[in-house]
């Protein structure tokens, strides 16, 4: 047995865990440098026929995804804002969505002018729980927002089933899961339109930056108008159809994520690999578990890595005791987005901002989701997935945990 760090021991892991993210190389500095020099920093005004570097990832990411079209914008938030508006989403139409994400998935929802509902999560999966999205639904329900909460697909057995039984629609909120496969097809192909996230700490990223996937044309068509001020894809420059934003990517980004879509599905192979390797060691401690393995879930991405914490094992030890000392360990244990979203300011108090939209919103203040709640307060341990890169951080992750474990009456509590 030796010493804890946290009592003045060695740490098993001094230097921390080996991260490097973002990854790059001269790849991408030449692509970066090929648009500054060619003039053509945006988007718009591109010959029809050669089409822009945008409309090229466009391309690509879209058949990376098994999707038949995509339209790049500026950031994830943009992408769900789109999704909703481009499938139909109405003022005052109710979405359901999960109360463990983050705060842009139910921000969307209102941006787009309709009423998040917030339900509760499945604690083997942390995802959406099928049951209590059917029990939300009313007669103003039109779409359901499965967020794939940190690279995990949720059900879509089950989601799709209970939509195409209400006749709703399904967007994806894909932002931490590119790449990530429900029975071999991607997420983002399995819903009416995907929605993704470019921003630094994403699977695929371009610093910041989104992506709407879609099978449907007139999704796209709709998708397009919407993130450009309103003109049609086919259209002149100056005939603008709906009041609409500017979302637009620019070249710099869109040849960036060119470049580094090639790498990507390599590391997804790496981060997956070590996943499962941790998945099956940690099996073998008890009072700390990986999510529920799913074979229907043939592909993980990760953004995060959850870590289900037992108290109860570790004889009534709190979560953030144990991550204190595990962090003195070297290895940094966050609790993602730390609680149910309907807890945050934005939802406890929508008197500062509800008269923007002139609908009704429910009594936020007054929902509960107890999973959501006791899995934020005393269960959930989030690596970011930087260190999935390297298995030799596996084997410091579980080497600290083994160390704890055998040192469980020394673990302060206080
Ligand atoms: C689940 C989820 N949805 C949406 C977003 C929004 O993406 P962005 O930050 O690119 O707007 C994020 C990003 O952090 C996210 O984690």
């Known amino acids: 047995m030796s010493q804890l760090a946290i009592n003045g021991g060695q740490p098993v892991a001094p230097k921390g865990l080996r991260c490097k993210w973002p990854v790059f190389d001269v790849q991408d500095r030449a692509a970066l440098l090929e648009v500054l020099e060619s003039g053509h920093w945006c988007s718009v005004g591109w010959s029809k026929t050669f089409g ?21 914008v500026n950031s994830g938030t943009s992408a769900l804002v789109l999704a909703l508006r481009a499938v139909g989403i109405k ?13 842009a998935s139910a921000s969307a929802i209102v941006l787009a002018n309709a009423v998040p509902i917030f339900v509760d999560i499945d604690p083997e999966t942390y995802q959406i729980d099928p049951d209590a999205v059917e029990a939300a639904i009313t007669d103003r329900t039109r779409a359901i927002m499965v967020v794939h909460y940190g690279g995990y697909p949720a059900d879509m057995d089950r989601i799709l089933a209970i939509a195409k039984r209400h006749k709703l629609k399904v967007v994806e909120d894909c932002a931490e899961g590119h790449g990530s496969e429900w029975r071999g097809t991607k997420i983002g192909a399995l819903g009416d339109a ?3 996230s470019f921003q630094m700490g994403k699977p695929l990223t371009c610093g910041e930056g989104g992506i709407v996937t879609m099978n449907d044309v007139r999704v796209r068509d709709a998708c397009f108008s919407y993130a450009n001020m309103g003109r049609s894809r086919d259209g002149a420059k100056y005939v603008h ?3 609409a934003h500017n979302f637009r990517l620019s070249e710099f980004l869109g040849k960036l994520l060119s470049v580094q879509l090639t790498r990507l599905d390599d590391q997804i192979a ?7 390797y941790l998945a099956a060691e940690l099996a073998k401690i008890d ?25 109860a094992a ?9 991550r204190r000392a595990l962090g003195a360990e070297g290895i940094g244990l966050g609790t993602a987005h730390n609680q149910p979203l309907y807890l945050n300011p ?5 008197g500062t901002w509800a008269d923007t939209y002139g609908i009704e919103y429910p009594d936020y203040s007054k929902v509960t989701c107890p999973e959501s709640e006791r899995v934020y307060r005393n269960e959930i341990c989030a690596l970011t997935k930087d260190f999935l890169m390297h298995r030799e951080n596996g084997d410091l992750i579980l080497a600290a945990i083994r160390k704890l474990r055998a040192n469980i009456g020394e673990i302060p509590v206080a």
């Open 91 to 103: 003022a005052g139409d109710e979405v359901i969505v999960p109360a463990v994400t983050f705060v």
């Open 287 to 311: 009072g700390v578990s990986a999510l529920k393995r799913d074979p229907r879930i043939t592909k993980r991405s990760y953004y995060f890595y959850f870590l289900r914490y037992d108290a």
């Open 346 to 350: 934005a939802f406890t108090d929508t």
């Open 241 to 243: 159809y709906v009041p």
């Open 52 to 72: 822009s570097r945008v409309a090229q990832f466009e391309q690509e990411f879209a058949a990376w995804n098994g999707n038949a079209y995509a339209v790049a």
């Open 314 to 322: 570790w004889n009534g030890i709190p979560r953030d005791a144990f």
């Open 270 to 276: 790496v981060r997956h690999a070590n996943g499962e």
């Open 194 to 196: 995907g929605a993704f």
